[in-house]
């Protein structure tokens, strides 16, 4: 079996695109088609995204046709543990993918066009000379905040206070001191465990909920900030799926940590400000204003970032390869 690919990466963080050998999804809605993915596929992912073609940090896009009327095609998104719901690094890098291979006609100075994520409906405007494409500012679905200071009893760590806010994905966003710790003196090692504790922690508890669509009701993963004030770039680690940490800034995080910023006074709707990453990566985010939502408070927000083309190729999996569809290594020599 063959499968081929592009690879692109957005703040180092990688973006490998499906463009041949995946079977054609028939679910009626984008998360018929990811549960379709998920249940009967599975397989396809692991090849891609698993050794000995991939590694713990890699992403991947299935594009599928869209069910929305509106969309130009359909994403799933897909990483080391499954599939997300919402990828803004992803996102950033697609709108490159699809003015330079022809799925979207080029318009200069900007392309606009809309994708459709497993989380709803993502429009891109896509800033486009002589045929290549730079920044790509998205705007997603409305964003909002879960809940605020809630008390997690952490396993090791203690009782942590953090909120949850929503931007295609659900996330714990708090400051890397509520674990004791520093962001940029502590080994990225310690804040990855501690996060990923936390993450662990809140799945076990009550569940969480999306307002309209039951399979979005998921804990995706942990962000944890620096102290910078609402004026100052921000530096933060997004640790999701289990424990993948994020080489970008995380688009889909910028989203719900804006909502968040919005909603505790800190941004108004117009300001922009900049995220940075661990790679030094930089995402710059805006309110464009309140959105309407089922959830009070809810905000439409615009992230943008440049994504890079970085090759291309094909996977073959023979027959007879015992870790042909993918492996990851064990913890210890009896998990063989």
Not at 22 to 36: S, W
Not at 64 to 80: I, R
Not at 159 to 184: Q, V
Request: hydrophobic letters at 40%; a negative charge; glycine letters at 12%.
């Amino acid at each position: 079996m063959r499968l081929s690919y592009l690879d692109y990466h957005t703040c180092g963080e990688p973006v490998r695109i499906v463009i041949g050998g995946y079977p054609e999804l028939t679910g009626t809605t984008i998360l018929d088609k990811r549960r379709q993915a998920r249940e009967h596929h599975d397989h396809l992912r692991r090849a891609m995204m698993l050794e000995p073609r991939g590694h713990a940090g890699m992403y991947g896009v299935i594009p599928v046709k869209a069910s929305h009327p509106d969309a130009a095609f359909g994403v799933l998104f897909t990483h080391n543990e499954g599939y997300s719901t919402m990828c803004g690094h992803a996102t950033i890098a697609l709108g490159r993918y699809a003015i330079e291979h022809g799925l979207v006609p080029a318009v200069e100075p900007l392309t606009r066009f809309a994708i459709e994520a497993p989380c709803g409906l993502v429009r891109l405007a896509c800033e486009v000379k002589s045929g290549k494409v730079g920044t790509v500012t998205f705007e997603s679905v409305p964003a909002f905040v879960q809940v605020r200071d809630r008390v997690v009893d952490v396993p090791g760590l203690g009782p942590i206070t953090t909120d949850i806010a929503y931007g295609g994905a659900f996330y714990c966003i708090l400051p890397a001191s509520r674990f004791g710790l520093d962001l940029f003196e502590t080994p990225v090692a310690r804040i990855v465990e501690a996060a990923g504790a936390l993450t662990d922690a809140v799945r076990a508890g009550p569940a969480i909920t999306h307002p309209t669509e039951p399979d979005l009701g998921f804990l995706y993963g942990t962000i944890v900030t620096d102290e910078a004030g609402p004026d100052a770039t921000s530096f933060n680690l997004c640790v999701f799926a289990e424990r993948q940490i994020d080489r970008s800034p995380t688009g889909s995080g910028v989203t719900a940590r804006m909502a968040l910023d919005h909603a505790k006074g800190l941004i108004g709707s117009g300001r922009t400000r900049l995220f940075r990453s661990i790679t030094g990566g930089t995402f710059s985010g805006s309110v464009l204003g309140q959105a309407d939502y089922p959830v009070p408070g809810a905000v439409t927000v615009a992230v943008g970032g440049t994504g890079h083309f970085a090759g291309e190729g094909a996977f073959t999996i023979e027959a007879d390869d015992p870790l042909g569809w993918g492996f990851e290594l064990p913890a210890r020599f009896a998990e063989i």
